[in-house]
């Protein structure tokens, strides 16, 4: 089974401070996503890689930054966290060039800033 | 641009009755489409997809969901409501070429005893 893990369930943070996300997957999937996500808006995709180093921009990029260093690790990065941003992060993984393969996905990080 | 439109944001059943939760999406070039679930705390899991086979696509817990052409829908029905069915459901959609994943807004389903 594939395992998708974010190094935390809630983050609180507060206006202006760099915040850090971390996501690991141990399947050796080429593709990973990083989402937010809102009631009522579902899952809006930030930004995604689709190999080592390399990254894309998603339908709301702004105010955020991605690395990835390792295939096994993505990290979400909030320059200067702000209010707007408190919600659900969802971290996902998917094995690249299987027709149809499907998402998927780490629990979730709760970020509040205040 | 891909687009993905769920009626209803939520969705109250009794316990044994019939859940249908509708799906209707834009897509360019043949889709994939997925529904997914997610409960309380946690992550979202797959329950079932579609991939230009079989219209009529079975997932776990009982879902099925059917591919629509003409329609354009892809809506996820199970004749038996379980109480463990409350969740957040989730429609989503990938065109054949990309990698993106384009979510609807989701569903909140209710199961009343």
């Known amino acids: 089974d594939v395992k998708v893990t974010q190094s935390s369930r809630y983050l609180v943070k507060r206006t202006g401070e760099k915040v850090f996300l971390e996501c690991v997957q141990d399947?050796?999937?080429?593709?990973m996503f990083w989402y937010r996500q809102d009631p009522g808006l579902g899952l809006r995709l930030i930004y995604f890689s689709y190999d080592v180093k390399m990254k894309e921009k998603g339908d709301i990029p702004e105010g955020y930054s991605v690395s990835r260093e390792k295939k096994e690790r993505f990290s979400l990065i909030l320059e200067s966290a702000s209010t707007n941003q408190t919600s659900m992060y969802l971290c996902?993984?998917?094995?690249?060039?299987?027709?149809?393969?499907?998402?998927?996905f780490g629990n979730g990080t709760r970020l509040t800033v205040t | 641009a891909q687009s993905v439109t769920q009626l209803g944001s939520h969705v109250s059943v009794s316990e044994g009755a019939l859940v249908l939760l509708r799906c209707n999406y834009s897509s360019s070039v043949p889709p994939y489409l997925f529904w997914y679930v997610q409960y309380p705390n946690q992550g979202l899991q797959l329950l079932l997809k579609y991939t230009s086979a079989a219209t009529l696509v079975k997932g776990i817990n009982d879902f099925e969901a059917e591919f629509k052409k003409s329609e354009t829908s892809f809506h996820l029905t199970k004749p038996s409501a379980h109480m463990s069915d409350a969740a957040e459901y989730f429609c989503a959609v990938r065109g054949a070429a990309g990698n993106k994943l384009t979510f609807g807004g989701g569903t909140r389903v209710l199961v009343k005893p």
């Open positions: 399947m050796d999937h080429e593709n």
């Open positions: 996902a993984s998917r094995l690249e060039g299987a027709s149809g393969s499907p998402l998927h």
